[in-house]
């Protein structure tokens, strides 16, 4: 009977010895779990702060800002998002990369000179030697460890644009069009001046049916020819023709299926001053807009609504349709001075969008 109960308490006591070991391991497991989780969320908020960092200085290049200027908003945009409790922090110099990305090697390339800049990498990090310090551990003290580093990197670019200005003829703009051709070379220089490499324009133009004047050529280097096809542009002279833009849509699209730059972003620019005319071409134009938009393309209109001389836009119904026919990313804008144009189509330039890569 002795051995039998000191049998027992032996088990009992063997049986306490586990248990408190096993709670000391659940607890270390918890504890571990705790940590690790506050890691995984500090690098999503540290990944926000470098993809919207890296849009930021992406979005600058675009507008033709300076490399300061880019890393000055790369660094205020990250800084607007928090981490582990605190402001991300960047080092402008260090975290704020600009190069150059390729889509087919899916990889960013750091240097270069910044006016051929088209990417920008972002790097948002806790660690030992960033501005913010390493992040703080509640419990990985216990195994000899109070902090850890974490690193989140963002690349935004800019895809090559293909541009396609497609203009307006009809007899109706005959005093207007100098200004729209200013406005179409205005657009051209802006993306000019953005100095984005792989940057093509083209160059069409409808009345009652559509005219290729341009294929797709290189910005900067085709300049010379994409002057000369924009000065060449007229107005008709022939009464009654009316207008007809999904010919001008078609010519447009057939310019931009000869490209074979897959990662492209790909854009028809309309400049019109109504919508189609007679009534029985509107459906058409919108069943046109539909066949690019399901082959990737946006479409940006600009209409006139007044022209020298007189009213017309059957009260806003022309700039209504025509807002209508915006397909992708593209905008709608509308003016009753011509005089404006220039400047609505160098803001369509600075309208095409940045993206996220990594």
């Known amino acids: 009977m002795t051995g039998t109960r000191s049998n027992r308490r032996a088990e009992r006591g063997a049986v306490l010895v586990w248990v408190a070991l096993l709670v000391v391991v659940l607890l270390a497991c918890v504890a571990l779990a705790v940590d690790i989780g506050f890691l995984y969320v500090t690098r999503a908020q540290l990944q926000n702060a470098a993809d919207a960092g890296a ?3 992406m979005a600058a290049i675009r507008d033709g800002e300076s490399k300061t200027d880019a890393r000055e908003q790369a660094v205020a945009v990250a800084e607007s998002n928090e981490a582990a409790g605190a402001n991300v922090q960047l080092d402008p110099e260090t975290d704020v990369v600009f190069g150059t990305y390729s889509s087919e090697e899916q990889h ?3 240097g270069g000179y910044f006016t051929d800049a088209t990417a920008a990498k972002v790097i948002a990090r806790r660690t030992g030697d960033s501005p913010a310090g390493p992040v703080p551990l509640f419990f990985a003290h216990i195994f000899g460890r109070s902090v850890a580093d974490v690193v989140a990197e963002g690349v935004a670019a800019v895809g090559r644009r ?11 703009f005959t005093e207007e069009i100098g200004d729209a051709k200013a406005a179409d ?3 051209v220089q802006a993306m000019a001046d953005q100095n984005l490499a792989g940057d093509q324009v083209g160059v069409a133009t409808f009345v009652d049916r559509g005219t290729e004047r341009l294929a ?3 910005i900067p280097d085709a300049m010379s020819a994409i002057a000369t096809a924009i000065d060449g542009i007229e107005a008709t002279t022939i009464v009654g023709l009316g207008t007809n833009i999904a010919p001008g849509f078609n010519t447009a699209r057939q310019i931009l299926r000869r490209s074979d730059a897959e990662d492209a972003e ?3 620019v309309l400049v019109s001053d109504g919508m189609p005319n007679p009534p029985s071409r509107r459906q058409p134009a919108i069943a046109a807009a539909d066949s690019c938009a399901r082959e990737g393309i946006s479409i ?3 209409t006139l609504t007044q022209e020298s001389g007189g009213a017309y836009g059957m009260e806003g119904a022309d700039a209504e349709f025509n807002a209508g026919l915006v397909r992708g990313f593209g ?3 509308e003016t009753p001075n011509s005089e404006d144009l220039v400047a609505l189509l160098v803001l369509i330039a600075r309208q095409m969008p940045v993206r996220l890569v990594e």
């Open 55 to 57: 849009l930021a200085a």
């Open 108 to 110: 960013f390339e750091p």
């Open 162 to 172: 293909e541009v396609v200005i497609l203009q307006d003829c009809t007899r109706s």
């Open 185 to 187: 070379w205005a657009l």
């Open 216 to 218: 797709l050529s290189p």
């Open 266 to 268: 790909k854009v028809i």
């Open 300 to 302: 940006f209109t600009v």
């Open 331 to 333: 905008e709608a804008y």
